[in-house]
């Protein structure tokens, strides 16, 4: 079965110079945990992306479509990332999921495909 | 029920649970479960089975592969041409194997930390159990066509996201045994609330007993399991008891000791023994000593308190929680006296609107000579909606302070 793995942080955290200091560690763990998952098989695709204020927004109200800067919902987390995994079972996804870095209160949600 | 009910449900938790192991469905094994029930009440009227476990795995079995088989057609018969017809072989020889033991499996998949807490509690006892969604409703005081799209929504999730029909890695079991267990004791939490009511689901606390037993029985080495099944069975020897003849609740310290079971306190004691010979300490096990040493009064003659306070001390530690802070005060005041408890219960922040607590502020003020304090505490308590049982103990208790002044 294929899970994505959304992985959802709190920017403001690597704000600071502690939070970038943070980053960087994040960011070589993710490195080792998606070689490691390549070399398995196991990671389809993946990805970091861009902070949010490089994010842009096209909503659809009433069939009208408008472009709107920032991100969709202004909420503290925000989607920093992405796994794309191909495992047997939820168990073996959310074992995955475990090890996904993230700074302290982030969260990381598993969601499977739809299977055609 | 009818004249076999009690052996069909015997039979269910292991006919289902190999089932949903073999066709990897549970509204399917439950469907198949649910036929080879209605054909048995026909068929063992005539010929009663001399295993009615084995018969009803084999009539399921069958008609679930039938029906799958039939599916897998009609589905096909859309795209390509028809399959040869299939031959009922494969259906027999499996249905002629000893039923696999898949219990343990269908348990840990109805309690997956992925389900939510209370949704847990329902599907395990509709699938494992067999309770009805009407009656588990009533039970979790929900209207059924809420009950019915919380299982639903349940069993979707585990079909969607691929929750796997397995026994975990042994690096996730405690976490996993933890929700299993976590799960029961909702179960059994609300089965303990119903008979204080009006026992509109009696029976019910049954099947949680029963499950725990199962539980036990499956995993034999974990002494928080057999801890939980210990405490099951403590607080259901008291069940004779829990209400007076206005039923009104009372409270273990002012049951009639010689109307608890005392074979549900032998088998309680024996399952503890063996959970303490694992020495491994847990919060059921600590819950299953405070309830065994409620229920040695019936050899000691009185409560002894400070066992009761100690025990709570260690709970306090494992789960810091205001229900057990609230208890530990009540088993100090018992214990050291009014006043030590009243302090204890001080410390409690941010409970004063929780029934428990006002109830135990009241007890322990009357106990303290403060009468006032208790007329109010029972005031409150009684303002926050008890059940009927709780309100008729509560406001006799009110009735009972003394009217003088205090000091």
């Known amino acids: 079965m294929q899970y994505m793995i959304l ?13 970038q200091a943070k980053l960087k560690d994040i960011v070589g763990r993710h490195m080792a945990l998606a070689a490691e998952l390549k070399a398995k098989g196991v990671q389809k695709d993946g ?6 204020e490089t994010a842009t927004t ?36 959310l074992a995955i999921a475990r090890r996904v870095p993230v700074i302290d209160g982030g969260k990381v949600e598993v969601r499977p495909l739809i299977v055609h | 029920m009818s004249r076999f009910g009690a052996e069909i449900a015997a039979a269910r938790p292991r006919v289902v649970a190999a089932l949903a192991g073999r066709l990897r469905d549970l509204d399917l094994a439950e469907d198949a479960f649910a036929d080879a029930c209605a054909s048995a009440l026909v068929v063992w009227q ?34 390509d041409p028809p399959e040869p017809e299939p031959t ?9 194997q000893p039923i696999p033991d898949e219990r343990l499996k269908l348990i840990f998949v109805c309690c ?61 079991w405690p976490e996993r045994l933890d929700a299993v267990l976590t799960t029961l004791e909702i179960a059994y939490a609300q089965a303990y609330e119903d008979a204080a009511l009006a026992g509109e689901t ?71 023994d063996r959970a303490a010979g694992l020495g491994r300490s847990g919060p059921r096990q600590i819950l299953a000593a405070i309830h065994a040493t409620h229920c040695a009064r019936a050899q000691d003659g009185a409560t002894d308190w400070s066992t009761i306070a100690a025990l709570y001390d260690a709970l306090s530690v494992v789960r810091p929680q205001a229900a057990v802070a609230v208890n530990r005060a009540v088993a100090i005041g018992e214990a050291r006296g009014a006043a030590a408890g009243l302090a204890e219960l001080a410390h409690i922040e941010g409970a004063s609107g929780w029934l428990p ?25 009684l303002a926050l909606g008890p059940a009927a049982a709780e309100r008729l103990y509560l406001e006799r208790r009110r009735r009972d302070v003394p009217a003088q002044a205090e000091g």
């Open chain 2, 88 to 96: 009922p072989e494969e259906a027999l020889m499996a249905a002629d």
């Open chain 1, 58 to 93: 096209v909503a659809t109200v009433n069939g009208q479509q408008t472009i709107h800067d920032g991100p969709f919902a202004e909420t503290r987390e925000h989607l920093g990332g992405y796994y794309l995994i191909d495992v047997p079972n939820l168990d073996e996804a």
């Open chain 2, 46 to 79: 005539n010929q009663p089975p001399r295993d009615p476990a084995a018969w009803l795995w084999r009539a399921a079995l069958r008609r679930a592969i039938d029906a799958k088989r039939r599916a897998t057609v009609r589905e096909r018969a859309r795209h």
């Open chain 2, 357 to 381: 607590y006002q109830a135990a502020l009241a007890g322990l003020s009357v106990k303290a000579g403060r009468f006032d304090d208790a007329r109010n505490a029972y005031a409150a308590a």
């Open chain 2, 112 to 172: 997956h930390p992925a389900l939510a807490p209370d949704a847990r509690a329902a599907l395990t006892l509709k699938i494992v159990c067999g309770l009805s969604t009407a009656r588990l409703a009533r039970a979790f005081f929900v209207a059924e066509p809420a009950m019915l799209q919380r299982i639903t929504r349940a069993k979707a999730k585990i079909a969607g996201a691929g929750v796997p029909f397995e026994v975990p890695a042994r690096d996730a």
């Open chain 2, 202 to 272: 009696a029976g019910f606390a049954d099947e949680v007993l029963r499950l725990s037993g199962l539980l036990a029985e499956l995993a034999p080495n974990e002494p928080e399991v057999l801890g939980l099944a210990a405490l099951a069975r403590f607080a259901e020897a008291r069940r004779p008891a829990r209400l007076d003849d206005t039923g009104a609740m009372v409270p273990p310290e002012r049951q009639d000791a010689g109307l608890w079971r005392q074979d549900m306190i032998v088998e309680g004691a024996r399952l503890l």
């Open chain 1, 47 to 52: 990805g970091g992306l861009q902070g949010t």
């Open chain 1, 7 to 19: 992985v959802y942080e709190p920017e403001a955290a690597y704000a600071t110079p502690e939070g």
